[in-house]
């Protein structure tokens, strides 16, 4: 936890330092500083592989940025078949991999593959 707060502030020195290149992370600075702070938080949870951790800010950073990076999907692809793997119960499972599916139709519209990513829904 004590690591997080000083990746916390970390991020937001970085956003005041960097103003205008914070731009590719929000309009706002307030948006900027929350997009940058959930990568930062999804980022270091997906390196332990506590993907449960970083699914939530990941989950943000996502809708909130849907172009910002290739990889972002392909991270969240991990991140929601791991917790489709431990759900515990056929409804959490479902629902996890309904998300999987719209998350290839996502990077489908935002990076093209249609046909890799259909293909990927499909397995």
């Known amino acids: 936890m004590?690591?997080?707060k000083m990746m916390i502030l970390a991020v937001v020195l970085?956003?005041?330092a960097f103003g205008a290149k914070a731009q590719k992370w929000g309009a706002p600075?307030?948006?900027s500083i929350r997009n940058l702070t959930n990568y930062s938080l999804y980022t270091e949870s997906f390196k332990q592989k506590a993907y449960a951790d970083a699914y939530t800010p990941w989950k943000e950073l996502?809708?909130?940025l849907p172009k910002r990076h290739k990889n972002?999907?392909?991270n969240g692809a991990t991140i929601l078949k791991n917790l489709a793997s431990q759900a515990k119960t056929v409804e959490?499972?479902?629902n996890y991999l309904n998300e999987l599916k719209a998350l290839y139709d996502m990077r489908s519209e935002n990076f093209g593959e249609r046909a890799t990513n259909l293909a990927r829904k499909a397995m």
Do not use: F, N, Q
Request: glycine share 0%; net charge negative; charged share 40%.
């Open 92 to 94: 959490e499972r479902e």
């Open 62 to 64: 996502i809708y909130a």
């Open 29 to 31: 600075p307030e948006d």
């Open 2 to 4: 004590k690591t997080a």
């Open 72 to 74: 972002d999907y392909i």
């Open 14 to 16: 970085t956003v005041v």
